[in-house]
């Protein structure tokens, strides 16, 4: 039985609400799903506006979640980019999405 990547990101999205500050192999071994399915389900979290990593992983407030949305939308074509919130001018190689 394969298991969508809706229901992966969902059933990690609750763990990470239980255990605010968890790491990544924390994550893998409590959710019992394995490493690399575990790094593509935070890619796109945290692509979806959804998560913060740091030091460990974070959820963003709904305030967050908009801010950061509207920021991305926002930046696409600008000369800088905001991380971690700081705004950096872009390099050649940064994400067209950041």
């Given at each position: 039985?394969s298991?969508?990547?809706?229901?992966?990101?969902w059933?990690?999205?609750?763990?990470?609400l239980?255990?605010?500050?968890?790491?990544?192999?924390?994550?893998?071994t409590?959710?019992?799903?394995?490493?690399?399915?575990?790094?593509?389900?935070?890619?796109r979290m945290?692509?979806g506006?959804?998560?913060?990593?740091?030091?460990?992983?974070?959820?963003?407030?709904l305030?967050?979640?908009?801010?950061?949305?509207?920021?991305?939308?926002?930046?696409?074509?600008?000369?800088?980019?905001?991380e971690?919130?700081?705004?950096?001018?872009?390099?050649?190689?940064?994400?067209?999405?950041?």
């Amino acid at each position: 039985m394969s298991v969508r990547e809706e229901e992966t990101d969902w059933a990690l999205y609750h763990i990470i609400l239980a255990t605010p500050g968890i790491t990544r192999e924390q994550l893998a071994t409590d959710s019992g799903i394995s490493e690399d399915i575990v790094a593509a389900s935070l890619q796109r979290m945290e692509k979806g506006h959804l998560i913060r990593i740091t030091e460990g992983i974070h959820l963003l407030s709904l305030q967050e979640m908009l801010l950061s949305c509207k920021m991305a939308n926002t930046m696409k074509n600008t000369p800088f980019v905001l991380e971690n919130g700081v705004i950096k001018v872009k390099t050649p190689g940064d994400d067209p999405d950041a």
